[in-house]
């Protein structure tokens, strides 16, 4: 037979966890909570701008501002149109006042010519000279001397005329015109320039003269450093020229000063201060010849030169020609049949050449017209 049961024994360990159960079903809804405490304050943000929105409607006109701050003074307007005469009557005449004091004894009249004068000077450089004080410079151009239109028809000018100095040089500057048609220059229609000079003469500078014909359309730069430039002036006094006749520069006369050079202000080594030179008389081509009158200061060359003239036609220049001759006065105290030689090289025959000088009064360069009305 089983025996009796036994006391009980001591707790045991826990056991080990066991699994976790699976999910129960959804419980009943529960009961509404209580109502929640007020939140804090949000932030505001201000967003970008939005696009602009349409114009609206013109506004009605604003009040009337207050009075702005006075302005600066204005420009000077125009001058308005004359006004109406007055209404006034013109006064009487005055009567004559009396006679004023006499006045300081006025200085001596001075005997100078008054009348104008138009004159040219000629360089014998490829430089145009220069017109004298209290005279008007009216142009320059290149030293004309004569035309040979066919052998017979000759015309000239005088060196110390105004026409003897062309503004432009052009060799056919000329046209020949019958009842029916002109035409132009050709070859046989001459024109003759005065040529320049050489600074230092010497018995070999003709040689150094270009032989043959300078041409216009291949060597014209050439051909116009060969021609002579001049000035045209418009004076009111009259210059004098006096010729020695010997191989001595003379003197001004009593009363009279030597005139200034025409080419003082162009660079020179032997050139002076006063108008001194030699007594030119003319210069002669093909049986023909021009000469200069002996009492213009034209006929005072300030160079002695045996190229006194380029011969040119409507092609070109020359400027050594055998034909060509020019002549000078000549030394009074040289007797050429005592000489033992009658024909001398063109540079040693410049002390057989007469010399002179260009003079005027002294006070004519210091003529000054004020208010002067003709």
């Not at 609206?56 to 006004?83: H, Q, R, W, Y």
């Not at 013109?90 to 006679?99: F, I, Y």
Request: one cysteine or more.
């Amino acid at each position: 037979n089983p025996g009796t049961n036994g006391l009980p024994g001591d707790k045991g360990e826990q056991g080990r966890a066991g699994s976790a159960g699976r999910d129960g079903n959804p419980g009943s809804p529960g009961m509404p909570g209580r109502q929640g405490d007020r939140g804090s304050d949000g932030r505001t943000i201000t967003g970008p701008p939005g696009p602009a929105g349409d114009a609206g409607e013109k506004g009605s006109m604003g009040l009337k501002g207050d009075t702005g701050a006075k302005g600066i003074p204005g420009i000077k307007g125009i001058m308005g149109p004359k006004g109406i005469a007055g209404a006034g009557v013109r006064g009487e005449k005055g009567q004559k006042g009396a006679p004023g004091r006499a006045g300081a004894p006025g200085e001596a009249a001075q005997s100078i010519q008054l009348n104008p004068y138009i004159v040219a000077f000629h360089s014998q450089k490829n430089v145009a000279p220069t017109c004298f004080d209290g005279m008007t410079e009216l142009w320059t151009g290149y030293s004309f001397m004569f035309v040979d239109a066919d052998s017979k028809s000759k015309w000239s000018q005088d060196l110390g005329k105004p026409g003897s100095c062309i503004p432009e040089f052009y060799p056919g500057f000329f046209t020949q015109c019958t009842i029916d048609t002109c035409y132009s220059a050709n070859e046989g229609h001459k024109t003759t320039w005065l040529a320049t000079a050489p600074e230092f003469l010497t018995d070999d500078s003709p040689n150094r003269l270009p032989r043959g014909k300078l041409k216009m359309t291949t060597r014209r730069e050439e051909l116009l450093n060969l021609i002579s430039r001049c000035v045209v002036c418009d004076t009111i006094f009259k210059m004098v020229v006096v010729h020695s006749m010997t191989n001595t520069v003379p003197d001004c006369p009593d009363g009279y000063v030597s005139a200034a050079s025409p080419n003082r202000f162009i660079p020179s080594a032997t050139r002076s201060q006063d108008w001194i030179g030699y007594s030119f008389w003319e210069v002669s081509l093909d049986n023909y010849a021009i000469g200069v009158l002996t009492d213009e200061p034209a006929s005072c060359l300030l160079y002695y030169s045996p190229t006194a003239v380029a011969e040119c036609d409507v092609e070109g220049c020359k400027f050594k020609t055998n034909d060509q001759k020019t002549s000078w006065l000549m030394d009074s105290e040289k007797d050429p049949y005592t000489e033992e030689e009658t024909r001398r090289p063109f540079a040693e025959a410049r002390n057989y050449v007469s010399r002179c000088r260009v003079c005027h009064r002294p006070e004519a360069t210091k003529i000054v017209f004020k208010d002067l009305q003709i």
